[in-house]
């Protein structure tokens, strides 16, 4: 997908004004540049309105100097840049790595600077508008999408697993309209998914695309979340705003198989090629699309005629080495490069020592140049054009030349030769109308297609306006289909909620007076459910139905609770405690010391339905008995126990007095 063009919206440049980025409150100077209205709009404002201002307007750029006068660190940056809208790009419009001071690249465009800050930041606009400077990235072109729960699943415990089922069900439910959406968009992706009880806990979609190209929007709706984050680079890289042809070396290695490499003026290597099938005209829009050749090189002396040919057809200067390179030193000077066969080897040496043999001319030129030229344009010129570094900096300067003496000298007679020139003089005179008149001609046919240019741009902005209308309306297409599953949950829940209604007023019925009128002459009475003797579930069975005097309560799980437990279930002052399992002692104690029966379950015979259950009155009655005769034996054997004990304290006592006399 294209990146956006500076024409498309405003663009906003930016300068630190007071403050510091690693502060609190730093003020910056702010400049909209708005080229659909040909104006300026200055001002200053805090971090927090910068942001505001960004994510109203959405500008296409964001221009500063200097990207950490946005963030403190690096870590801060990549989050300013998460932040930033969909269409706008932090462009950095000083360069890239090693950026050049503002005022040295507003000279060499033909900006007005001045070192204001509110200067400074409308250079910075006017850079990024005439597409100077890297824009800065921290993602790639990837974005995860991740379908998950929306809610823990529990501890576990008999409730938890139609709980559960449920959550999983849904999470798959989501990951298939995710998938279906996705399908439909015709998006590259990638799925995995981690199969769970009742459907899947998680499914991640790792996408070929930008978020703002995926027609799903995070959510988080009971049951499920769907997140969307892009994915992020290893560090903070820089990207052209257009892509320059920049002179290059070509080495070329004819034969057979023709192959080519494309080396920079600093030595570095941008491409390869090689085919047995390719033409010259295949070859030659292959370079064309990789620089401007500057210097042809081959590896042999001397230069082959197809090499020569290439050598023309671009106008460049040509290398050759005094003798044929030696496989050798090829395979040396190469040794830090990849390449997938012997030809594109021979290309690339050819092409590296040619820039080794020119490393000292480039130099020399390169400190002539001063910093407003561009450099590589001149050492090209000088090298492929054999001008003096001087010549072509005249010609850079577009110098206006010398007025032409005016002062009245007498005529004489030509000669044959000065007839010639003033002829010739005339025939350039002539051309130089005509050539007048093309450029006319020229300029008549460029204002025709600049208005072709605006018809184009308008009709990108309908469509454009027609695209956002598309996808508001998926949008709220997409609402509407959240809020009806979120209306199916609600009847669900709804449904679930008058069950567990009849349920409770069952548990009224046989929880009063009037329980004869419901049991009849079936011998029954209430129990009350808990399926672990924890304070969590004397709390939750208190809340859900209600712990009174006189329940009877069945313990489930009967182990595990201490001495507080025991207090708060002796608080409720149930009539009798039937358990599974084993308490422990000081449970036990305690309960014991309420005066609260605790008997075994087993010989009771107990009927549940969810947490609600019924007992036979007459077996509840029996254990209550046998707990009292139980209870009546222990006080007793408690008793002769501490009687023992009182009586072996008084006669050790007698006996420590008779050694004491």
Known sequence: MNAPSPTDGPVFGVDIQSGDARGDSPTYALVILRPDEERLDRDAVSRRKLRRLIEGEEPTRLAVDNMYELAADKNALVGFLRGLPAGTDLVQVTGANRPEPLSRVASRYGVPYGKKPMQEAEAAARLAHRNVGQRVTAFSDTTTVKVARGRSTGKGGWSQDRYTRRIHGNVRKAAREVESELDDANLDYEKDATEKYGGLSNAIFTVEARPEDIPISATRNGDVRI????????????????????????????????????????????????????????????????????????????????????????????????????VDEKLHRTRDHAYENDHERDALAAALYAVDDHADQFERIAAKVPPQFDREEVIARVVSGEESVEAVLRDLRDDDGGEADDEEHEERELTDEEQRIRDLEAQVERLKSHTEELEAELEEKENEIREYERELSDARKRERREARERREVNRLERRAERLERERDEAIAENEQLHDKLARLKTLWKIDHSDFSDVAGDRDLVAVKVLPQFTRDAIERADEEFGLASGDVVYLRDASGAGTSTAERLAETEPRLVLKNGNLSEEADAVLFDHGIPVAPADPVTIQEIDELAVARESEVEGAISDWEDRAEERRREQTESMMDRVISEHRADERLEDRGT
């Open 227 to 326: 997140e969307i984050e892009r994915e992020r680079r290893d560090g903070i890289e820089f990207e052209p705003l257009v892509k320059r042809r920049d002179h290059v070396i070509v080495g070329i290695d004819p034969g057979t198989t023709t192959a080519a490499a494309v080396v920079g003026i600093d030595g570095t290597v941008h491409d390869l090629y090689s085919s047995r099938t390719g033409d010259t005209a295949e070859l030659t829009e292959w370079l064309i699309e990789r620089g401007r050749p500057m210097l042809v090189a081959a590896d042999v002396t001397p230069m082959p005629e197809t090499v020569e040919k290439f050598r023309r057809s671009f106008d460049a200067a040509g290398w050759i080495p005094e003798s044929d390179l030696p």
